[in-house]
């Protein structure tokens, strides 16, 4: 497709379950990053893929919170446990180099924990 | 590492009249800026962005930014606004010279456009 796709669009679950959520990127683009946008709170910064480049982890909340991006493509944002303020919308971005000169956000994933 | 702050987290104007986002951000190397902008119920789209040269962008819908290294500022501003203008709009950094490291945004900034 032609911009950023994310999956599922809403997803509620029950306290304690795990849930994964789905980044597509913009083809050949080879930044990504996961941001968790809650009222007031702006867009939190989680975790961010250059390339083959180890992650910048350094925004991820808690362990519970963990990302990978398979061949250098699509990306898994998957909680475990989740909690009641895990509740928020998940927005994934993708870039077309290492610069950052403009992200490129999909659609988000509204998360409801309860 | 870098921050950005917002000052204000509400800004109602009324219809027509001129509107500045205030954006200061933190950083101890040159940086590139950026405001985004979302409409209810929408995802995020780039309103304008600095690089290098002029400080003065212009973006898209009439709005423009300047940016002032000596003050680290990048305000947001429009001269007359609609009311489709209501939307967050959010100020965001990244460093150039350091490659690897992430698009940081502030809280944003809730414009609302009344008639």
């Keep these: ?114 | 590492a870098q921050s950005v702050t917002q000052l204000d987290s509400q800004v109602p104007v009324f219809e027509e009249a001129p509107v500045e986002l205030r954006c200061n951000y933190s950083s101890s190397v040159s940086v590139y800026l950026f405001w985004y902008v979302q409409y209810p119920n929408q995802g995020l789209q780039l309103l304008l962005k600095y690089l290098s040269g002029s400080t003065l962008v212009k973006g898209i819908n009439g709005f423009e930014a300047e940016f002032n290294k000596s003050q680290t500022s990048f305000h947001l501003r429009k001269p007359s606004v609609h009311i489709s203008d209501t939307a967050e709009y959010f100020c965001a950094v990244s460093t150039p010279n350091q490659a690897g490291t992430a698009l940081i945004f502030g809280k944003g900034t809730t414009l609302s456009v009344s008639s």
């Design chain 1, 1 to 114: 497709g032609a911009g950023v796709s994310q999956s599922p669009s809403n997803k509620v679950t029950e306290k304690g379950k795990d849930v994964e959520l789905r980044c597509d990127p913009i083809s050949g683009h080879t930044a990504l990053y996961w941001y968790r946008q809650s009222l007031g709170q702006g867009l939190e910064f989680l975790i961010y893929f250059q390339g083959n480049s180890a992650p910048d982890k350094s925004g991820l909340p808690s362990d519970r919170f963990s990302a990978e991006r398979t061949g250098g493509s699509v990306s898994t944002l998957t909680i475990q446990r989740t909690q009641q303020e895990d509740s928020a919308v998940y927005l994934c971005a993708s870039s077309p180099g290492p610069l950052n000169t403009e992200a490129f956000f999909g659609q988000g994933t509204r998360l409801t924990v309860v």
